[in-house]
């Protein structure tokens, strides 16, 4: 999987020469809100920024003179043969910010054949997410209620998904003040200064918004009940945020009891909590602060990651927060990572230029980890180790 050629590429995309530059595209094309939804981090940033620079603090000890021509990126999780050793995370909202966002990220995926998880707060009914891609991941959001979560996994296990991920760091709402400074509600309520953000992002507004109404209507939210819930756009309807304060272990020990496909819990940052999800159950684990995105200042997951493998070495440990280059990839591998999950970037790279700004995204951060596989010295991600091919960034005094 190669980087496409510029000559082949739409105009918009031509400057795009990493996934940090779909974010600038993205900003011009989407309304401010729209765009403040899909960028917000929890209150200062500290956890977002911490992502970051977790992956800053090591360094690589690259072997030299090892024949690199035949080397793969693809990798094996869960028995399934990837193309390259990145997915894509679950992002809430696809659809409003690209046009039928769900599917087009599926049909990306299955066509580059790397891994794809579905939002459970999304817009597009997730049996026709499950029929575009079988293969593809739906990642939910618990309900408060028992009865609630055996519904919503019941309609999961009616579809092709086999796997479900249970994403367990939202108990409660995170700050919105970032969203609210962005003019973003959910549902968004009709104003002037709404409309005006329209009107003054035309193709966003014909490309996307009016064209999901004229084609499909109203977007509503499908996904995080077994029914449907609110419209996106509302002037008086609330939406049903779930309270998920009261979900414990014991509700874990229950999907597991009812769920028979593969299950895998994201949202840890603990040795401890990964070995009691590993226990009741869970078939593999993503390290996650949700891109920070909920708690500031929570640990980075990168920093988290090798406790987490130590603790749980008999089921794949992946990683998601931060991940934005090829070299950020082979870090998390090294340190025992099964796979890397990328998020805004591609939220960005769909809403820019549709399937093909994410063949595009795929393809760079594919290209990326072969060429740095190649200066690294590693030939196939298996390869990977943290002490032949890590250390630590030294401090300068």
Same mark, same amino acid.
């Given at each position: 999987?190669?980087?496409?050629?510029?000559?082949?590429? !739409?105009?918009?995309?031509?400057?795009?020469?990493?996934?940090?530059?779909?974010?600038?595209?993205?900003?011009?094309?989407?309304?401010? !809100?729209?765009?403040?939804?899909?960028?917000?981090?929890?209150?200062?940033?500290?956890?977002?920024?911490?992502?970051?620079?977790?992956?800053?603090?090591?360094?690589?000890?690259?072997?030299?003179?090892?024949?690199?021509?035949?080397?793969?990126?693809?990798?094996?999780?869960?028995?399934?043969?990837?193309?390259?050793?990145?997915?894509?995370? !679950? =992002?809430?909202?696809?659809?409003?910010?690209?046009?039928?966002?769900?599917?087009?990220?599926?049909?990306?995926?299955?066509?580059? /054949?790397?891994?794809?998880?579905?939002?459970?707060?999304?817009?597009?009914?997730? $049996?026709?997410?499950?029929?575009?891609?079988?293969?593809?991941?739906?990642?939910?959001?618990?309900?408060?209620?028992?009865?609630?979560?055996?519904?919503?996994?019941?309609?999961?296990?009616?579809? +092709?998904?086999?796997?479900?991920?249970?994403?367990?760091?939202?108990? @409660?709402?995170?700050?919105?003040?970032?969203?609210?400074?962005?003019?973003?509600?959910?549902?968004?309520?009709?104003?002037?200064?709404?409309?005006?953000?329209?009107?003054?992002?035309?193709?966003?507004?014909?490309?996307?918004?009016? /064209?999901?109404?004229?084609?499909?209507?109203?977007?509503?939210?499908?996904?995080?009940?077994?029914?449907?819930?609110?419209?996106?756009?509302?002037?008086?309807?609330?939406?049903?945020?779930?309270?998920?304060?009261?979900?414990?272990?014991?509700?874990?020990?229950?999907?597991?009891?009812?769920?028979?496909?593969?299950?895998?819990?994201?949202?840890?940052?603990?040795?401890?909590? #990964?070995?009691?999800?590993?226990?009741?159950?869970?078939?593999?684990?993503? @390290?996650?602060?949700?891109?920070?995105?909920?708690?500031?200042?929570?640990?980075?997951? =990168?920093?988290?990651?090798?406790?987490?493998?130590?603790?749980?070495?008999?089921? !794949?440990?992946?990683?998601?927060?931060?991940?934005?280059?090829?070299?950020?990839?082979?870090?998390?591998?090294?340190?025992?990572?099964?796979?890397?999950?990328?998020?805004?970037?591609?939220?960005? #790279? +769909?809403?820019?230029?549709?399937?093909?700004?994410?063949?595009? #995204?795929?393809? =760079?951060?594919?290209? $990326?980890?072969?060429?740095?596989?190649?200066?690294?010295?590693?030939?196939?991600?298996?390869?990977?180790?943290?002490?032949?091919?890590?250390?630590?960034?030294?401090?300068?005094?």
């Amino acid at each position: 999987m190669g980087n496409p050629s510029s000559v082949s590429l !739409p105009r918009r995309l031509r400057g795009v020469l990493s996934l940090d530059d779909f974010e600038a595209a993205a900003r011009r094309h989407l309304p401010r !809100p729209v765009f403040g939804y899909l960028r917000a981090v929890a209150e200062t940033g500290a956890a977002y920024d911490e992502n970051r620079n977790a992956y800053r603090d090591y360094v690589f000890r690259p072997a030299v003179m090892v024949d690199v021509s035949r080397r793969s990126t693809a990798m094996t999780l869960f028995g399934q043969a990837y193309a390259a050793p990145f997915g894509l995370c !679950p =992002l809430g909202l696809s659809a409003l910010s690209a046009y039928r966002g769900d599917l087009v990220m599926a049909q990306a995926a299955a066509e580059a /054949r790397v891994p794809m998880i579905m939002s459970g707060s999304s817009l597009i009914p997730l $049996e026709a997410v499950a029929e575009a891609h079988p293969q593809a991941w739906f990642q939910a959001y618990l309900p408060g209620d028992r009865a609630a979560i055996e519904a919503l996994i019941d309609r999961v296990a009616k579809t +092709a998904f086999q796997t479900l991920v249970v994403t367990v760091d939202t108990q @409660v709402k995170p700050n919105s003040e970032n969203m609210t400074r962005s003019g973003f509600s959910a549902p968004m309520r009709p104003s002037v200064s709404l409309a005006w953000q329209g009107i003054t992002h035309p193709r966003w507004l014909f490309g996307t918004f009016l /064209r999901t109404l004229w084609r499909h209507g109203m977007p509503h939210f499908e996904n995080n009940y077994a029914t449907r819930g609110a419209p996106i756009l509302s002037p008086s309807v609330m939406r049903d945020f779930a309270e998920r304060g009261n979900l414990n272990w014991d509700t874990l020990r229950a999907i597991r009891a009812q769920w028979r496909g593969r299950l895998v819990v994201k949202g840890v940052l603990r040795d401890d909590d #990964a070995r009691q999800a590993r226990d009741l159950g869970a078939d593999g684990i993503i @390290v996650s602060n949700h891109g920070g995105r909920q708690l500031d200042d929570a640990i980075a997951p =990168l920093r988290a990651l090798p406790e987490i493998v130590r603790a749980c070495p008999d089921i !794949p440990v992946m990683i998601d927060s931060g991940v934005r280059r090829g070299t950020d990839v082979l870090k998390a591998l090294a340190l025992g990572a099964k796979c890397a999950f990328v998020g805004r970037p591609f939220g960005y #790279a +769909a809403a820019v230029g549709g399937m093909a700004g994410l063949r595009h #995204a795929i393809g =760079l951060l594919s290209a $990326e980890v072969s060429r740095d596989m190649a200066m690294l010295g590693v030939t196939d991600v298996s390869q990977l180790d943290a002490v032949r091919h890590l250390a630590p960034r030294v401090a300068r005094a």
